[in-house]
């Protein structure tokens, strides 16, 4: 069963088009690997789910949930991190997820769980302008995390994190379809960390979708085009660099 479904989704600004007649299906209890260069039109599509940008054409469902005629329903539904979490930095990381909490109606328990998830409970009372980079990107992530929703959308979630945050982002992220039943619709750069995380992968450039299906599909339709197959970063740069010689792109 496909939780997220988009047909011909389109989002044109002007003359220039971020997302060209996309058709995702995002399947119910995954990590969904979402990738593609900088300006592919990974962060527009996200916002579109969200109801942050309006889609120019095309429609798109959210568990069932019809654009835009839903749109309150399908928000009350995900959790989010899109790019650099905004927090109030006279504020405690604790404060600032109190106030999530209050506005989504949760019991207080919601805010020591969420910290719990992401390794702050320690810091949850030093003020958000005092967390390092890595610190406010848990933050982020724990407020996507509050009253555990069942879809999770997740820009770049380990962006500036270390090794070892690094590791232990990637490993909750793979263990909440199965921890808390959801879905996960996550995009990064780091393509190894893709590699260990998501069931199902997503490759954008210049807003089509190119390819998706699971890692070993991937392989398989890549072993058929002579494309290595060793790890999904050399795959996905050949398949990128073959688009962009179609298009006459260079890069």
């Known amino acids: 069963m496909n939780i997220i479904e988009t047909k011909q989704l389109t989002k044109s600004y002007g003359t220039f088009t971020a997302v060209s007649n996309v058709d995702m299906h995002i399947r119910k ?49 995900v959790g989010s991190f899109i790019e650099a979490p905004a927090f109030y930095g006279n504020l405690s990381g604790e404060e600032n997820l109190d106030i999530i909490r209050k506005i989504l109606k949760l019991p207080k328990s919601s ?20 967390y390092s980079l890595g610190m406010k990107q848990r933050l982020g992530l724990a407020s996507a995390l509050m009253g555990r929703p069942p879809i999770l959308i997740l820009d770049e ?29 996550v995009s990064s750069h780091l393509l190894s960390e893709i590699e260990l995380m998501a069931d199902d992968i997503g490759i954008l450039n210049h807003g089509e979708l190119l390819f998706q299906g699971t890692l070993e599909e991937l392989k398989q339709n890549s072993a058929a085009k002579g494309y290595p197959t060793d790890n999904l970063e050399d795959t996905f740069l050949a398949i990128v660099e073959n688009d962009n010689r179609k298009r006459g792109v260079r890069r």
Not at 29 to 45: D, E
Not at 51 to 64: H, N, V
Not at 112 to 127: C, F, I, P
């Open 29 to 77: 209890g995954t990590v969904y690997g979402f990738l593609g260069p900088n300006g592919a039109g990974k962060s527009t599509t996200m916002k579109m789910f969200l109801g942050l940008t309006q889609p120019t054409s095309g429609t798109f469902t959210i568990d069932g949930k019809s654009h835009p005629a839903d749109r309150v329903k399908i928000l009350s539904e």
């Open 111 to 130: 805010v020591s769980e969420a910290l719990e998830l992401v390794g702050l409970t320690q810091h949850r009372k030093r003020l958000a302008k005092k």
């Open 157 to 185: 979630p380990t962006n500036g994190l270390d090794p070892v945050g690094i590791h232990e982002i990637r490993s909750l992220i793979r263990s909440l379809p199965q921890q808390f039943d959801c879905t996960v619709l």
